[in-house]
Every structure is written in structure tokens, then in C-alpha cells.
């Protein structure tokens, strides 16, 4: 008799999505028993279909050489538009405000290259708290970039004292501290270290007010949230695909470019010949002429292996969509939750948001010893340790599933520590 296994069963029996975890490669234990993969937030498992996809453009090179820039079977030349159809859905943008190209640190700078103009008065940047290194370092590199201190220019976001978490009312009183002098807002969609999801229409509302520029590093949102960035109206956004997105280690990002800048050619911009208007992009032209949205910030001609791996997975997304996935992730998440709470509260301590719209799928456990971490990596479980003393679980709701988090609490409770 085990109550809480048999639900778990009950939730896999019922769950629409269960057929999806055979579309991916589950890693093994060395037993050869499934792991229970909660890593989705940091590497996406990887789909089946992966391979065969990123075969095609393999046998493609091997048969056309260059050729198969217009002979591939899917020719390389328009490769990307491809993804972005797929890649505009799981974001909530239109298509026109969306690319896949180079990978997100190097986006968050060509995106800050036209985005950030400090002036004397108006230089400063309002980041996420404490976020994830590279976003910082890029920040700061910009910020020194156009002659300003990073200990003046930089404000990062505070948790409130009685709840822990980042408000909007938080980021509403520095907006109307120092909304005047802070050029941009560029904070993250969900948090990887807390696992809290920010409200990007909200934060956007207030920025806007204050006459900031707003972007969003959706590096844990894409492929977890329901985003609507089109409505939501930020300036733009970027992410990778790598984690949620399933497409593989160090693969493409996206960057999405609201359309209220579509056409606006006089924001500077860092170019390259595959942002130049793609009609008379081969007629290797003197001067450049830029594509309207997204696409003119392009630089260069993209990976097409890295590029069939993202296909191969967004086709899984366009199959699911993000409404079905975010259902079930809500439940798997909140079951989760539930388990920790009624069985090892004594081990671990929650730090993400109880409130279903203030998170995703992660959630962050605060451990007293590191021990516990490895403790339940030798016994099949593949989740992540952050410094100081957080292990964070991504149950994924594409591959994971209710009796996989069952199993999870239940190794947590028989640790010693
Ligand atoms: C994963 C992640 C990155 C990684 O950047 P790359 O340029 O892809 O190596 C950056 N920022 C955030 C917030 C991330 O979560």
C-alpha cells in the first residue's frame, strides 16, 4: 500500500504527454537503468530524430558539396527560416521578430549594441538578481565599453526582506527612484538560481513608463513558459536552445526583436552579410542594406548540423505546444512540491515560489550539506549543484514524469544527511 506511488501512477497513466518521453535518449545509470534526468534546465535531453535529421545535412555536403546551399534537401541558404516559424510559437512572437543565430552571450551583446544608448543623464542598466554570470560580465563589458563605472552604471534587483522574492512593487519603487537615469532594464524571464519567473508584461509596463528600454535573457523561460513577447511588448529578448529547447550542447540561440523596431534603421547595429536584404544578398554588393526585423541582425551563415538538431526538436514542440506542455508542468512541478514538503522538509528547503505563475518548471532546494548531492547523484539521479547550497531539479514535463518524482523524494528521504 503506498497512497502517493499509486497517484503517480495514476497522473503517468493519464497524462497525454507520457508517449513523448520514447522521442527522446534517456541517459543511463551504469546498470543500464533509466536516471532520473531533472538536468533539462541546464542540457535537454536529446530527441531521437536528432541524428537522422542531422545525418540528412551530412549525406547532403557528402553528395552536393556546395551545391546543397541550393541542392540540400532542405537547402542550406534559407536553413534558418525553417526554425523561426517553430521558434516564433514557443516565444508568443510573430514570425517577422524572431531569428535563431549565433549563441546568447554573443546576442545579448549585438542586442545591447543597439538597444543600449546611455547618454550622460540616462546610463544606467537595472539587471536581475543575482544573475547568471555571463549576463553579468556582458553587462559590465558594455557598460565600461561606453565609459561608465559598473559599480555606478549597474543596479541589480533585490529580493523583498518578508517574502524573498522579487516583486514587481520592488522593481515599481527603483523604477520610480531611478527610473530617469537607468537606460535599460535587462533581466532574466526565470531566474536560474531561485527558479522565479518575473512577470515580463508587467516589467515592461513599468520600464516603459519610465521611458527604459526592456530586454529579457528567456535562457530558463524559452521552452518552459507560455511567453507572449509580442504582446508583452519588450524592446527584445534572446535566449538558447540548448536547455529546455533540446538542441544540443552549445547550440543556436534565438533573438526576438520587437516590431515596433522592424524597420527602424537607424538604431546602430553590429552587420553582417546575412543580415543584409537576402534579395541581393549575392550580388555581393558595396553597401549594406538591411533585412527588416530580426533577421537584419544577422551576421553570418549559420551552422546548419546545429541547426537540423534544433529542427528535430522543435518539431516535437509544434507537435505539443507550449499550452499542453505548460499543463502538465504546473502538475508535475506542484507534485513535486507537495512530496518535498509532506516528506523531507527536514532535508531541504524550497527557495522558488510557491505561486505557479512566479516559477517554471525548476525548483531550487536549499541543502545544509553538500553531501546530500552526491549522495543522490550515485544513486541515478542527474540534477545540479549551484554554490553556495542549492541543488536545483528540473522535472522536464516533455520526457519526465509523476513516478519519476515520486522515486526522487523517496532516494531524498532514505539519505542519511
Ligand atoms: C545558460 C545561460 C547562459 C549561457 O550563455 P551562453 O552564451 O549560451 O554560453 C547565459 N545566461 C543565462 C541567464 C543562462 O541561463
Redesign the pocket.
Known amino acids: 500500500m503506498n497512497p502517493d506511488f499509486d497517484y503517480a501512477l495514476e497522473q503517468d497513466r493519464k497524462d497525454l504527454l507520457a508517449s513523448y518521453r520514447s522521442r527522446f535518449h534517456i541517459p543511463k545509470t551504469e546498470k543500464g537503468e533509466d536516471t532520473i534526468y531533472f538536468c533539462g534546465n541546464s542540457l535537454g535531453l536529446m530527441p531521437v530524430t536528432a541524428e537522422s535529421y542531422v545525418m540528412q545535412e551530412l549525406e547532403d555536403w557528402k553528395i552536393h558539396g556546395v551545391e546543397g546551399h541550393t541542392r540540400a534537401r532542405n537547402p542550406w541558404v534559407s536553413y534558418h527560416e525553417l526554425l523561426t516559424h517553430p521558434m516564433a510559437e514557443v516565444v508568443g512572437a510573430l514570425p517577422h521578430e524572431v531569428v535563431v543565430m549565433n ?4 546576442n545579448l551583446h549585438l542586442l545591447m549594441v543597439s538597444f543600449y544608448r546611455p547618454d550622460r543623464g540616462r546610463y544606467k542598466i537595472l539587471i536581475d538578481y543575482s ?2 554570470p ?2 553579468r560580465y556582458a553587462v559590465e563589458s558594455q557598460v565600461k565599453y561606453h565609459g561608465f563605472d559598473p559599480a555606478d552604471a549597474i543596479i541589480e534587483l533585490n529580493p523583498d526582506p518578508q517574502s524573498e522574492y522579487v516583486s514587481p512593487a520592488g522593481i515599481a519603487e527603483i523604477l520610480d527612484r531611478q527610473g530617469e537615469e537607468i537606460a535599460l532594464v535587462m533581466i ?1 524571464g526565470v531566474n ?1 538560481y531561485t527558479g522565479q519567473a518575473y512577470d515580463i508584461r508587467e516589467i515592461t509596463r513599468l520600464a516603459h513608463r519610465k521611458g527604459c528600454v526592456v530586454g529579457f ?1 528567456l ?2 523561460a524559452a521552452g518552459n513558459l507560455r511567453l507572449s513577447l509580442h504582446d508583452d511588448g519588450p524592446d527584445f529578448a534572446a535566449w ?1 536552445s540548448y ?1 529546455y529547447l533540446n538542441s544540443g550542447p552549445g547550440a543556436l ?1 534565438g533573438i526576438f526583436v520587437h516590431d515596433r523596431h522592424k524597420s527602424d534603421f537607424s538604431l546602430p547595429r553590429f552587420t553582417g552579410w546575412w543580415g543584409h536584404d537576402k534579395k541581393v544578398r549575392f550580388l555581393m554588393g558595396r553597401d549594406f542594406i538591411p533585412m527588416e526585423g530580426a533577421e537584419g541582425w544577422q551576421l553570418s551563415n549559420p551552422p546548419i548540423l546545429s541547426m537540423a538538431a534544433m529542427r528535430a526538436s522543435l518539431d516535437i514542440f509544434a507537435e505539443v505546444g507550449m499550452d499542453a506542455l505548460r499543463q502538465k508542468s504546473e502538475k508535475l512541478t506542484a507534485w513535486l512540491e507537495s512530496l518535498i514538503k509532506a516528506k523531507v522538509s527536514d532535508k531541504v528547503r524550497i527557495i522558488t515560489p510557491s505561486d505557479p505563475d512566479q516559477r517554471g518548471c525548476q525548483l531550487s532546494l536549499q541543502v545544509s550539506d553538500k553531501k546530500l548531492f552526491h549522495t543522490i547523484t550515485a544513486k541515478g539521479i542527474i540534477a545540479d549543484w549551484r554554490e553556495p547550497d542549492v541543488i536545483r531539479v528540473a522535472p522536464v514535463p516533455l520526457y519526465n514524469s509523476f513516478t519519476e518524482v515520486w522515486k526522487f523524494v523517496d532516494i531524498l528521504a532514505s539519505c542519511e544527511v
Open positions: 549563441s546568447l552571450t554573443v544573475p547568471f555571463s549576463d532574466g536560474y535573457d535562457a530558463h538558447c536547455k540561440s
